[in-house]
């Protein structure tokens, strides 16, 4: 396949897209937590990160190409250095949407679009787990995952990419054990929809991917 074949093209090729996609969604974060209600609603100017568009474009682009590296095994092969980065950026905005989104804002047409399209941001994410070479909920065993580039390494601006991935997602035992206390504290779907729509689809498709990695899946095998 040209992915196979070619892997310094097709990076070279997909660079630019996944740094926009980075942008678009970083930019929405941060218009979230301004306030900048007319970028949100895209009244001020039709831009790329009113919430239409990241919804009806920008997830459903992103998930579908997110699921054809996932299901053809080619995220070991793309997701290196710069676009490993772009990768990190844009699984931190897409977390923080998905779990937090509602509580920048006021404004109940907001807060109505963030929860009807909540589900698409937990598929994207999970689809994003699917094919992203790098334990990002179990950061501990990077130093042995050879598909782990030193992004932090890359520029100043990784750095920090890398120190707002370590405040935002959450360490896999405590994402565990948070489940497991919203499940046994009797929390209403109502009170923490992320957990349902945002966290149990990219942790379920995030276990499947390094389970099929790891020395049970190949003990089965042999």
């Not at 969604?25 to 001020?44: F, H, M």
């Not at 100043?156 to 994402?175: F, G, W, Y």
Request: proline residues 5%; hydrophobic residues 40%; aromatic residues 10%.
């Amino acid at each position: 396949s040209v992915m196979k074949n070619s892997q310094e093209m097709v990076r070279a090729s997909l660079l630019p897209l996944f740094n926009n996609i980075a942008e678009d969604l970083n930019q929405t974060v941060l218009n979230l937590e301004q306030k900048r209600y007319s970028y949100i609603k895209g009244t001020l100017q039709r831009g790329t990160t009113s919430l239409a568009y990241i919804h009806m474009v920008l997830l459903p682009v992103l998930s579908s190409l997110l699921d054809h590296l996932g299901k053809n095994n080619y995220g070991v092969d793309l997701f290196e250095n710069e676009i490993q980065l772009a990768g990190y950026k844009i699984l931190n905005a897409l977390w923080i949407i998905g779990t937090k989104g509602r509580k920048f804002v006021d404004r109940e047409w907001i807060i109505e679009e963030l929860n009807r399209h909540r589900p698409l941001v937990g598929d994207c994410l999970s689809s994003f787990a699917s094919c992203f070479p790098v334990a990002f909920f179990e950061p501990e065993f990077n130093t042995n995952n050879k598909n782990a580039s030193n992004v932090s390494q890359l520029s100043p601006e990784a750095h920090d990419v890398m120190t707002n991935i370590s405040r935002t997602i959450p360490n896999l035992t405590k994402l565990i054990a948070d489940i497991e206390e919203h499940a046994e504290s009797r929390v209403k779907y109502e009170d923490a929809p992320y957990v349902v729509e945002v966290i149990l689809p990219c942790l379920c498709s995030y276990l499947s991917y390094w389970w099929s990695m790891g020395p049970e899946k190949i003990k089965q095998i042999t």
